[in-house]
């Protein structure tokens, strides 16, 4: 039972994969209002194979002001699942108010998932070329 429930769960996340890499954009994305400019308490998420995130970082603080922490999301990608729907669910809790990333299209589906599946919802999600995908939650 379990070797099949993975297997429909990694089947989920290839075929999602596949839809965002062929509309090139994020299918969730809602229209909800993002944390006021200065009042910002965020996480930016990056995949460490896409090198370091400190120039998304950079354009994150030059554009929205606030305190901002990074957190790479590492291992494999069942890994990347729980990482994320933990920072997710500690960010709902908590006094984050804004949850954004750059990662690759693999991970990004994972994240999606993990949060979706959480009952989250997406500001934005663009693709930033090549396998590039930059996304912000709603927290």
């Given at each position: 039972m379990t070797s099949q429930n993975r297997r429909s769960f990694f089947k989920t996340i290839f075929a999602a994969g596949a839809a965002v890499a062929v509309s090139g954009t994020g299918t969730l994305a809602g229209s909800a209002q993002a944390a006021?400019?200065?009042?910002?308490d965020g996480i930016c998420l990056y995949a460490p194979g896409l090198g370091t995130a400190s120039q998304f970082v950079e354009t994150m603080r030059k554009s929205a002001p606030?305190?901002?922490s990074v957190q790479p999301l590492a291992g494999s990608l069942?890994?990347?699942y729980f990482q994320a729907a933990l920072l997710f669910e500690d960010a709902r809790k908590g006094k984050t108010n804004t949850l954004v990333?750059?990662?690759d299209q693999a991970s990004f589906?994972?994240?999606h998932e993990a949060i979706v599946d959480r009952g989250g919802r997406f500001h934005y999600v663009t693709n930033e070329g090549g396998d590039r995908v930059a996304f912000s939650v709603e927290v």
């Open positions: 006021q400019a200065g009042a910002i606030g305190t901002w069942t890994d990347c990333g750059l990662l589906v994972v994240v």
